[in-house]
């Protein structure tokens, strides 16, 4: 690696501030078919004319718009950023937000203390802030289903669900992958169990066929019999000692020849594809959780009275798929 790619990753967080001053200014919104200086575009979205001309030609520089005769106007990601299209809009929102960026800055406590730096920054865990900034929240969610759409379609096609009757999406969110499954899988029953405002936020999306839903706490509430329990992205959010504490609440009332699946990046033993590292030191700041590896899994199934049934399932995707049964 030579010296300037290390200046430029050392510079990484530039550009995605950019992307999300652009998108949070509305840009892409009031940027039409026709091309719109950046006096007009400034005028429209409550800007000064000069810095947005500057940052529109970072963004253009980047592959993101396109700087024109006139002014500035769209090109195929761009358009990418509309509201129209929600999740990924979303997604920029959340993957640069202030309190993310705050929470980055604290990383350097995270590796003295093994504590999550969002803790300490804002006194509180991160899905507890949420209920306190709504708006946070929602915009989370929309970053959620942003990758949800090719990650849940890799795992109909990595896994045959069609031995199941009833399945339970633990820790569902909006049930995009529950519903996936069960419109893979038309003999089968789904469950989607997760806090009571989200579960009543998921029912209201409609689409619920063979779909129903319970709100409750997966560290306390009892979760309804199922053939297979499904937690995707669920586990990486917490500590080993709160993963375990949610898996031994599920082994109370699983069936004894109930499935888990637990869904999550197909994380290495040692240094491999970036994002899934990146991931993990996300983990660590914003939750204290972290990306595991499958011995890992098996360390905290044994602890909650399951075991890894085989060899994580590799899907099209970076996630797998860690198979485990009741002991």
């Known amino acids: 690696m030579q010296p300037y790619q290390l200046m430029e ?29 950046a ?3 400034a005028a429209a979205v409550g800007a000064h004319a000069e810095s947005l001309n500057r940052l529109m030609l970072t963004l253009a520089s980047a592959g993101v718009f396109e700087a024109v005769e006139g002014g500035f106007q769209h090109n195929e990601t761009s358009r990418l950023l509309r509201s129209e299209n929600a999740a990924l809009n979303g997604f920029v929102r959340f993957a640069a937000a202030d309190y993310q960026w705050a929470t980055w800055g604290g990383i350097l406590h995270s590796v003295r203390t093994g504590g999550p730096s969002f803790d300490h920054i804002y006194g509180r865990h991160t899905f507890d802030y949420y209920k306190d900034h709504p708006e946070d929240g929602r915009i989370f ?11 849940n379609a890799a795992v109909v096609a990595a896994y045959d669900f069609s031995g199941f009757s009833r399945i339970a999406d633990v820790g569902g969110g909006r049930g995009h992958l529950i519903r996936t499954i069960l419109k893979a899988t038309p003999t ?9 405002e989200v579960a009543e936020n998921a029912k ?15 560290f306390d509430d009892d979760l309804p019999p199922a053939d297979a329990y499904l937690m995707m992205m669920v586990l990486h959010d917490w500590s080993d000692e709160r993963c375990v504490a949610i898996l031994k609440n599920l082994r109370r009332t699983a069936p004894a ?20 590292r990146l991931g993990d030191i996300h983990m660590m700041v914003l939750t204290g959780g972290r990306e595991r590896t499958g011995r890992q899994y098996d360390a905290l199934f ?7 049934a085989r060899a994580p399932i590799p899907t099209a995707g970076l996630m797998a798929i860690f198979e485990a049964v009741p002991v």
């Not at 990753?9 to 001053?21: E, K, Q, S, T, V």
């Not at 089968?188 to 009571?196: C, E, H, K, S, T």
């Not at 044994?302 to 890894?308: D, H, I, T, Y």
């Open 302 to 308: 044994a602890q909650a009275g399951f075991k890894l």
């Open 39 to 41: 006096e007009a575009l």
């Open 257 to 276: 020849s109930a499935k888990l699946l637990v869904i999550e990046y197909n994380f290495p033993e040692g240094a491999g594809e970036i994002m899934p």
């Open 141 to 151: 969610d929309l970053a959620m289903t942003s990758k949800a759409a090719s990650d």
């Open 204 to 218: 209201a999306m409609g689409d619920n066929q063979r779909l129903s839903f319970v709100g409750g706490s997966f």
């Open 188 to 196: 089968a029953q789904g469950l989607l169990f997760d806090l009571p």
């Open 9 to 37: 990753m050392a510079f990484g967080y530039r550009l995605p501030r950019c992307l999300h001053a652009a998108v949070e200014l509305g840009v892409p919104d009031v940027l039409g078919a026709a091309p719109m200086t």
